[in-house]
């Protein structure tokens, strides 16, 4: 039992991206509310970009950065005592990404309740039958 508790709180923020994942998922699926669903989108991206960044990560590693120094020529550099900044430069365009996608998302829902005067997805698509 104390190697179970020991390996979950050991790995902690993964359980927590998990149920962020799941939040937003619910969300986008279940929700009949635009606006929710967006809310739900970005609850799931957040979680996405937090899961990559984590991988990222390195215990008692440091940033890539290689001085040269004189008479350093002849130094073997080791990948395992640097950080991959890659994972990191690519949530930083994952963030820019998700900022441009909900301001689409967000122009889009005002324009549906300016036509329709109401968010919800349902009463949108009786509406749409309709007419």
Same mark, same amino acid.
């Not at 990560?57 to 004189?70: D, G, L, Q, R, Y």
């Not at 930083?92 to 005067?117: D, E, M």
């Given at each position: ?17 998990? %149920? ?8 986008? @699926? ?7 669903? $967006?809310?739900?989108?970005? @609850?799931?991206?957040?979680?996405? $970009?937090?899961?990559? $960044? ?6 008692? &590693?440091?940033?890539? %950065?290689?001085? !040269? &120094?004189?008479? &350093?020529?002849? !130094?073997? @550099? !080791? ?8 994972? !990191? ?8 990404? &998700? ?33």
């Amino acid at each position: 039992m104390n190697d179970v508790l020991t390996f979950i709180i050991s790995r902690i923020n993964y359980f927590i991206y998990i %149920i962020l994942m799941v939040l937003g998922m619910y969300g986008i @699926i279940v929700k009949n509310n635009l606006l929710k669903k $967006i809310i739900g989108m970005n @609850i799931l991206q957040t979680a996405i $970009i937090l899961f990559f $960044i984590s991988i990222g990560a390195k215990n008692k &590693a440091t940033v890539p %950065i290689v001085e !040269h &120094a004189h008479g &350093a020529e002849n !130094h073997a @550099i !080791h990948a395992v005592n640097y950080i991959n900044p890659l994972p !990191h430069v690519l949530m930083l365009t994952a963030i820019v990404v &998700a900022v441009a996608t909900l301001g689409v998302a967000l122009a889009l829902i005002i324009g549906l309740y300016r036509q329709y005067n109401t968010l919800e997805e349902d009463e949108i698509l009786a509406q749409l039958k309709e007419g």
